[in-house]
């Protein structure tokens, strides 16, 4: 039987609270360490399930580790055993793990080969890999297809530059094609790139460590192939999903909270979208975000008197890991909103366990709900339910600390893959939750 939470809800949560790390850009930023031979120093690295097995991983294939401090660890990825690449356990380890596909791009780049299982990762949808394998095949790789062990090669004499245009503006895709190359011969010139701030992050890590990139920040990066790559440090910025599900909550439960160090300018449009739905916050002490304590949040119309829509589209539009807990912060609002979840086609079906808390939300079909807001005057009730994947079970969560009663939530490994310590970190904020193993 897997852990569980247990939440009484109902109490206003008062505080402040630090953000960790970015956990898509950790995993990111891990894999580039396969880049140099030489020390990569990172800090606010998040503690997080998906991480710290990711760290394991680069271990297995021979990175050697050392933790510095909570958060904080030098890689140096001098000797490594591409023999393990092809062995049972790594194909088992890698399968469990999303961010795995990363190790392919940095690999091909500087080793002249990849190899990488079918992954696994969350129920939210389907993932392609196609952006991912077409941008090596494009850079000169040959691909190979094992269909029997699910088990994918790339393999270079030499990575060449050339132009290509994504299919879609994968992030982890682009992430991947921009670390093959980086150490690439000539330049690469990619369209239709994906510019999310943690992809920034790691444009800026290359740039550090010697490589030269044009673009960083638009859908146009030009990546200018360098010979070798140096060491550097790095730091990652606090984590923007992480910051929007303490709004959130802040806004459900009638809270006064202050985030420290946002990193405000990376958080692009979320402050903008919480802000519609009539939630008040500050900046103050230059980057620390304050949610005052608010009887009522209303939901704004458009100009002209429709009903507010809030999709999810890629950078710099509204990130989808934060359309679950705009969808649950809007249940107490006043007013109604449209929530279009159109990049992953099974993030909404969770809704079903906050209509049985007493929420009014019309499942249109799986892309759309529409959330009638209760403005407070009935307050949802605690129940059992199960998370069915990292965001959506932190958007339950954010449910039952405003609900009346006694909530469980199970299958707490989804929350625990993407939050660090977060019950400690609720109950510092005045939260009354507790684990059951």
Not at 44 to 56: A, F, G, R, S
Not at 107 to 117: C, H, W
Not at 329 to 338: F, I, N, Y
Not at 362 to 391: E, F
Request: aromatic residues 6%; negative net charge.
């Amino acid at each position: 039987m897997s852990a569980k939470f247990e939440i009484i809800g109902g109490h206003k949560l008062q505080g402040e609270v630090i953000p960790q790390g970015a956990k898509n850009e950790a995993l990111q930023i891990l894999c580039a360490v396969l880049l140099t031979p030489e020390r990569v120093e990172i800090s606010n690295i998040p503690e997080i399930i998906d991480v710290l097995k990711l760290i394991e991983l680069l271990q297995d294939v021979g990175v050697k580790v050392e933790k510095l401090g909570k958060g904080h660890f030098s890689f140096e990825a001098a000797d490594i055993d591409l023999n393990y690449l092809t062995t049972s356990e790594f194909k088992t380890k890698a399968a469990k793990l999303r961010g795995s596909i990363m190790m392919v791009g940095p690999m091909l780049g500087r080793f002249g080969v990849g190899y990488i299982p079918k992954p696994g990762g969350d129920k939210i949808g389907r993932r392609r890999l196609d952006t991912h394998f077409q941008g090596f095949i494009n850079l000169g790789a040959k691909f190979d297809f094992d269909a029997t062990e699910h088990f994918y090669s790339v393999r270079a004499e030499k990575l060449k530059g050339t132009y290509m245009l994504l299919d879609e503006a994968s992030v982890t895709g682009t992430a991947n094609i921009i670390m093959a190359a980086a150490l690439a011969e000539g330049s690469t010139t990619i369209y239709n790139a994906a510019c999310e701030p943690y992809l920034q992050q790691l444009c800026k890590m290359i740039v550090s460590m010697g490589g030269k990139i044009d673009g960083i920040g638009s859908n146009l990066i030009t990546i200018h192939g360098v010979t070798s790559l140096k060491g550097c440090t790095h730091r990652c910025l606090p984590d923007m999903i992480e910051i929007g599900s303490f709004i959130g909550m802040a806004a459900m439960t009638q809270g006064d909270i202050t985030i420290k160090n946002v990193g405000y300018p990376h958080l692009g449009i979320i402050p903008e979208i919480f802000g519609r739905m009539g939630i008040k916050m500050e900046l103050v002490n230059g980057d620390d975000l304050h949610i005052p304590a608010q009887e009522h949040y209303e939901i704004e119309s458009f100009i002209d008197g429709s009903i507010m829509t809030i999709s999810d589209a890629p950078w710099p539009g509204f990130t989808p890991d934060l359309i679950s807990i705009a969808l649950v912060t809007a249940t107490q609002a006043r007013g109604s909103v449209l929530i279009h979840q159109k990049m992953f086609e099974s993030r909404l079906f969770f809704v079903d366990k906050l209509i049985d808390m007493g929420a009014q939300i019309i499942l249109c079909d799986p892309h759309r709900a529409t959330v009638i807001g209760l403005d407070r005057k009935s307050t949802l009730k605690g129940v059992t339910m199960s998370s069915p994947d990292i965001r959506a079970g932190v958007a339950l969560l954010i449910a039952a600390l405003s609900a009346k009663g006694k909530s469980t939530i199970q299958n707490i490994e989804q929350i625990d893959r993407g939050y660090q310590d977060i019950e400690a970190r609720l109950t510092a904020l005045g939260a009354e939750i507790k684990r059951i193993p």
